[in-house]
């Protein structure tokens, strides 16, 4: 029997992985400008984390899998970030949003996610039950039991805090672009589909703080299901902030 663990990493993870660096790199290719490079790292930088999912799942090591596991959820939540300078690009210039601003904001961004780094035991993995290095040691190896990553409740509760609170800013501010183009207009229907596909990635990273503190099989099932929604999600977020682009 094929764990949930293996379906999400090397299936659904890995076909992720494919599409956020397909989106990345033809974002790229089209045009090669602030703008378009601020859109490919909407894409890249989950594309990075995803790929650490890979590796440190691929590599197997204890100590790595506490580091890949926080790298994994910090870029996935860094990369919404960018969708922020995308829409103060586009709805202003990038005269009125200096390239030393955009860093300014990311960098602080990022530090805030890497506190996730510092939390004493935040990350754990489980083996079967038995958490840590005793259940790493002992676990089952045919079928390779990869375990689970269980988070306490300061990871939990930091992480959630920190990442919703850009998500909430970013529905706030497409929004309210949106009232400004109107709803009949093609902006704003471009910009429902940068909403839906925000609220549809954030579905997904809900779900991994959620789902990685409560730490029950049913959860972990649900987790996994969900982690379809990130296919639209990116499709529409593309598609979304492409077509603002060429207008």
Known sequence: ?????????????????????????????????????????????????????ILYRTIDTYNFNLIGNKITIILSCLGLINIYFFVELVSKSQVSFPLWKQITIFVIYAILLSVLFFIPNGVEFEYNGVPGIEGYDTRVLDPLDLGVPVWTTTFFLYGLIISQAL????????????????????????????????????????????????????????????????FPAAILLYLGLRQEKEE
């Open 167 to 230: 998500i909430i800013w970013l529905i706030y501010i497409t929004v309210k672009q949106y009232k400004e183009f109107g709803k009949d207009s093609k902006f704003g229907r471009k910009y429902i589909q940068t909403l839906i596909g925000m609220i549809l990635m954030d579905i997904v990273i809900v779900g991994s703080f959620v789902f990685n503190y409560i730490n029950i099989p049913i959860g972990r099932t649900i987790n996994l299901v969900a982690g379809i929604c990130i």
């Open 1 to 53: 029997m094929v764990s949930t663990v293996i379906l999400q990493v090397y299936l659904i993870y890995g076909l992720i992985f494919i599409m956020f660096s397909y989106f990345a790199i033809k974002a790229l290719i089209r045009t090669r400008n602030r703008i378009s490079i601020t859109l490919s790292l909407v894409f890249i930088i989950p594309a990075l984390g995803i790929l650490t999912n």
